[in-house]
């Protein structure tokens, strides 16, 4: 296949055998437990030097106790997979656990041009579809995938993207490095203890994310009977055999919404974003993060049960709507 150009930059390196491998001998085939706490589960699970996928973001059925958890641990040095995202990107550059993110889209402002003009963030070029496609490719075992897009943009570049001579009709075709992160965190309506889980409604790529991933963290509004599972097998969104560590996480997704379960805050969106625009962080994740010790401490005192409420109470689906 001969190659016509490629971009500049790095990326993940790609290794289809070795994530093969990495399953075969690592995940937890059987039907174990694996029903941790939030501390727990990124002890084991998240590694300094990481590559971090995470579905969904901070406002959208986001896994934002676990972010908050990253934080609150001081992980470093990680790779973030930035797709159709908003603040989360910033929160972990900004507190010190994020140095290069392949961007899709995120929240710009600030502190994305100061992280990298200081250089303590490297960022690489892409679009969500992009990134979702890689994702899909490392979900598949295969090395590449073959896409009619970003051909011609000046982010080609700054990616890891080839464009090569199609071997079957001799045209010019772009091809994405496949992404099998070493991590992923998904945040989910529903799970069992080993790791079956449900999505309600759009999603993005968490079945991508589960498939691709070494390890997968999944913390669920709901811990549900297995039994329900096999009721009902058609609604199983992961499969146990992907997941490694299942959270229980009510309200997990704050400030952000769990579609059909609670509304946004939208005074609590506001003061993130206000933060990632101001370009300064340091309030926000001192009472955000490390002004307590869990997720469920969090919701006690920072949120409070009043606003709980009444996030749950707002949304109210019907005939198909939130109202």
Known sequence: ???LEEGKTDYLKVDPDGYRASVRDHKPHQMVSKLMTHKEAVERFVRDGDYLAYDCNYFQRGPSSLIREIIRQRKKNLWLCGKFTYVA??????AGCADRIDIGFIG???WIARAVREKKCTIYEYSNALMTLRLKAGAMGIPFMPTRSFGGTDGFQHSGCKTVEDPFTGKPVLLLPALNPDVSIIHVHQADEFGNARVFGTGIAHAE????SKRVIVSAEEIVATDEFRRDPARTSIAHFTVDAVVHAPFGAYPGTVQGYYASD???VIEAMGAMFRGDFTEYLKKHVYSVASHDEYLQKVV?????AEIRRRETIREGYAS
């Open 304 to 308: 409070g049960t009043e606003k709980l």
């Open 1 to 3: 296949m001969r190659i």
């Open 89 to 94: 990107c910033a929160l972990l550059v900004e």
């Open 266 to 268: 939208p005074m609590g």
């Open 209 to 212: 994310c589960a498939l691709a």
């Open 108 to 110: 710009f402002g600030p």
